[in-house]
């Protein structure tokens, strides 16, 4: 089997790389938007080169579409619309997999099922959802959106943390912290890699799956199982306390172990990524 992966420079694409890497038994093509490309690598502009985009489509059996604009640039966030549909008018009946996010479901709080309604508050979830809409109505359409919660380093918890930034979280009257679902990044390989081996054997895949591992963590106990300090204060009455995602669409196509999703393992896949990069020449 033969995948294209769009974005691949970017922090998810990095990460899936490495999961990847002597793991998976398939042949990936990685992209990127510029640059010369170093072998297995193809180079081009998504929006701007439809004719290298086609090739690349022409040449894969599926697509896993890592590309996006995030939150810190809200006036392009547009593009992720533009981008997932220029994809989709070249992949045809090809699998593609695109990446959308969590954050579609805004102030939904407690257990966030696929077919419940949705209403993001943020920028950025509006953004997301409306590239949802948008490639799902397209023809020719085996799009599987994916809505992947926090990943472990790619957040703002973690990954601030590990930038040293102060750390200051909303505790509520029980003491907790905000809970939300999360995945690492070699448990986010394994996963994208079984979505991609279903696709291949013929698998009736829905047009969204929410993307975790099992349960929910408190930020708090992230910070506490990676040894860093953070600021607790009241939390306001807008705070959200839990967005657990429900991932019984997923679990029909791969194995989590349930340990996957505790503080601890999220820390520990989280700086074996980060190690590994380290060593990387």
């Known amino acids: 089997m033969r995948v294209l992966v769009l974005g691949a420079t970017g922090r998810l694409g990095q990460m899936t790389k ?26 081009f502009d ?14 894969a059996d599926a697509v896993l579409n890592l590309t996006g604009i995030v939150p810190a640039r809200p006036e392009d966030l547009h593009l ?5 549909e220029a994809v989709q008018q070249q992949i045809g009946a090809r699998p593609h997999f695109l990446a959308s996010s969590a954050s579609v479901y805004g102030r939904a709080g407690g257990l966030c099922r696929e077919e419940d309604s949705v209403h993001p508050v943020a920028p950025y979830g509006q953004a997301k959802l409306d590239m949802e809409r948008a490639v799902l109505a397209m023809p020719q359409n085996r799009v599987t959106c ?9 957040d703002q918890i973690l990954g601030g ?12 009257d029980d003491g907790t912290t905000p809970k939300r679902s999360y995945i690492g990044p070699m448990t986010l390989g394994r996963v994208l890699g079984d979505l991609l081996q279903a ?7 829905p047009g969204v799956i929410n993307i975790a591992a099992p349960g929910a963590v408190e930020m708090g106990a992230l910070l506490d199982a990676g040894g860093w300090d953070w600021t607790a204060r009241p939390a306001p009455p ?10 019984t669409r997923l679990s029909r196509f791969t194995r989590l172990d349930p340990v996957s999703g505790t503080a601890p ?9 980060e190690q590994a990069q380290h060593l990387t020449p």
């Open 18 to 43: 490495w999961a990847w890497k002597g793991r998976l038994n398939v042949q990936s093509i990685w992209h990127m938007r510029k640059n010369v490309p170093p072998p297995e690598w193809v180079s």
């Open 46 to 59: 998504i929006l701007t080169d439809k004719a290298a985009l086609a090739e690349a489509c022409a040449n």
């Open 80 to 84: 992720n619309r533009q981008l997932a």
């Open 146 to 154: 994916l809505r992947i919660g926090n990943v472990a380093g790619a």
């Open 161 to 172: 943390a590990a930038q040293g930034r102060a750390m200051v979280l909303d505790q509520f």
């Open 199 to 205: 696709a291949g054997q013929g698998a009736d895949l």
């Open 238 to 247: 807008t705070a959200i306390g839990e967005v657990t995602l429900d991932i």
């Open 265 to 273: 393992a999220l820390v520990a896949e989280w700086r074996a990524y």
